[in-house]
Each structure stands twice: as C-alpha cells, then as structure tokens.
C-alpha cells in the first residue's frame, strides 16, 4: 500500500457522531450449550474512540461483536448502537464490520466488487478512493479469487469503508498480513479514525495496540477484566526487565538471588532478569561485583502484561 488517502469527514448516513455513545453494552450475556461465552458484560464506547479488544482464544470477543453487528441473539442484557439496536444501526450504515474470513465473491476484480458492495447504500464513500485507501490501486483489475490472503484482507476492509459507516468493527483485521501491509492498513484506519469515526478491533498482536488504540479492553472467560490506556494496562504488571552485558562467565545462581529477579535468560548474548523492581535488581548488581556494561531498563511489556493478566484468571 503506497498511498494513502483521507476519508471523508461526514458519514453518507449522517453526522459521524451523535451525542449517543457510539456503543453502550450492558449486562451481557450469551450461552452455547455448555459454554457461557459472554458472562455479563458492560462497555460504553464514546464516538471517536478506537478501542482494541484483547483476549486469549475463545474469551468471547467474537461472541461480543456478533452480539453488537445484531448477528447473535444475547441471552440477557442489551446492546445499543448510537442508542438504537443494532439491526437497524447496520441497516442504516451506521456501523460496519470486517469479519475473520468473510467470503468473497469469486470471478468479479476488486474495483467490480467494492463498485458492487457501494451499490447497496444509499450514498456509500468514494469507490476509487477507499481503493486508495485500502492499498489496492494496483490490484484493482485482478480477480478476487487471485488475491494474496493479505490483499484479500485489504479488500475486505475496503468494502467496509465504502459503506462509510460512522463504526467500524474489525475482528482480527491483519491475520495474513506481512509486516508492511500490516503497518501500512494501520495508517489507513488511523486515517479513518483521525475523522472522528468510531473503531473497535479485535486483535491477538499487541504490538498493534500502542500507537493505533486510544484504549484497551481485556476479555477473559466471558468478562472484561481490564479497560484502560495501553500505558495503564502495562502500569498492571510488576514485571520490567534489566538487561546488560557480561564478561563474566555466566553464573546464573549469583543472577538469580539479585534483589526482585523473578527470572534470568541469555538471550543474543545478553544477561536478561525479569524483575519486580528494577530499581532494588539495579542496585544489588552493581554491589555485586559482576561486572556489566550497556545496561538498559526496559518497563513491563504489553505482551507480559497480557500473559499475567490472563494467566491469573484462568
Ligand atoms: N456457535 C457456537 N457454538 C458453540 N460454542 C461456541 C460458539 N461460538 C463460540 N463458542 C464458544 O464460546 C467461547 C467464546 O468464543 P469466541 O469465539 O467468542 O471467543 P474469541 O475470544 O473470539 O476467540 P478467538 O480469539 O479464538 O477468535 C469459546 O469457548 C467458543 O468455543
């Protein structure tokens, strides 16, 4: 993806925001026979707002957003979508969703296909550029059924877009992608976002969410066990890291009775403690006597964080 290009600041449905919040969700629950999926959950999303959803497999992120697309009948509780139910929030344009493996119409290029999907609203975004947008300039002529699984990915955000919804939902939106068109569909939706669009994306690549996520919110079993900034998720964990350098042979015992070391790692040649409390580790290595050099203090990691947080509750 090489250009990207700004979508329009009014959604074809009407103003981007409303003074709703974006999405409300109280007390909600869903069942699959044995299996509580969604055990009782409360969310207010307020429009503008992009918000990452985490959760390890099966703590019911999918359940959640099929509840909020209208698509999965909750047991209990409600969802509402700039006040109104969701069925007709989607009917209206008003919120959109890019899905885990939505099929794509075989035989039809892209450009036909995204002209095809802009055709069922009433006055869907700019055809050529959420193309643009998408990254998919250069393929607009193939054939859908010979896109890479990233291109098809991009596609799928595509025909997302043209329908200029004021919510996007995003499930898993970068599965399949490479590393730069990874990065380079994250400038699209920062774009998207940055018009005061509301967006939610699910997503097992925490890197994903420093930089794209205004706020995170961490399933587990059915429940939300965090919702806060990405620096107030990793403020959670106790762990950080010192890491150095040593000419020393390794003596990980010495290592490891360093003050707060939970654990001791080499990694690339370098001596890596986790710690509960950098400060106390720094000071007891440099009473120690081992010599060190190019020492760093790195603060807990998101994907640490994530791993504690759901780890205790499971
Ligand atoms: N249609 C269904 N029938 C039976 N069980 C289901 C159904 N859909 C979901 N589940 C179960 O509900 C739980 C939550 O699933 P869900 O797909 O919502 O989780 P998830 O967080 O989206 O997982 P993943 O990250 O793997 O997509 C899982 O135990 C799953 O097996």
């Known amino acids: 993806m090489t250009t990207t290009t700004t979508p329009s600041t009014t959604s074809a449905h009407g103003p981007l925001t409303t003074r709703e919040p974006a999405i ?46 209208g698509t999965i009948t909750p047991d209990s509780g409600s969802v509402l979508v700039e006040g109104r139910p969701p069925r007709p929030a989607v009917a209206a344009g008003r919120i959109a969703a890019m899905m885990q493996d939505t099929g794509l119409m075989p035989g039809v ?19 050529d ?4 947008a998408a990254g998919l300039r ?61 967006v939610l994306f699910a997503t097992h690549y925490l890197d994903e969410v420093d930089g794209n996520a205004d706020r995170v919110v961490v399933m587990a079993r059915g429940r939300v066990i965090v919702d806060g900034t990405p620096a107030e998720l990793r403020s959670r964990s106790g762990v950080s890291t010192v890491c150095f350098r040593t000419n020393d042979d390794d003596d ?11 654990d001791v790692a080499r990694i690339g040649g370098r001596v890596v403690l986790r710690t509960s409390d950098p400060d106390r580790t720094v000071r007891s290595l440099v009473a120690s006597g081992v010599t060190w050099h190019d020492l760093e203090v790195a603060p807990p990691s998101l994907d640490d964080t994530f791993l504690e947080l759901t780890q205790e509750r499971s």
């Open 24 to 69: 409300r969700i109280v007390g909600l629950r869903k069942s699959f026979a044995h299996v509580e999926a969604v055990s009782g959950i409360d969310l207010l999303i307020e429009p503008g707002e992009t918000v990452a959803l985490l959760g390890a497999n099966g703590a019911g992120k999918s359940t959640t957003i099929g509840m909020l697309l």
């Open 109 to 127: 290029s892209v450009r036909e296909l995204v002209c095809l999907t802009a055709s069922f609203y009433s006055d869907p975004a700019d055809v």
């Open 129 to 132: 550029e959420v193309i643009g």
């Open 138 to 198: 250069e393929a607009a002529r193939r054939r859908v059924d010979r896109l890479s699984g990233g291109q098809a990915q991009r596609l799928r955000f595509a025909l997302v877009a043209v329908a200029n919804p004021a919510i996007m939902v995003l499930d898993e939106p970068t599965r399949a992608m490479d590393v730069q068109a990874r990065a380079d569909f994250w400038s699209s939706i920062r774009s998207f976002a940055a018009t005061g669009r509301t």
């Open 252 to 262: 990980r015992d010495a290592l490891a009775r360093l003050d707060a070391v939970a």
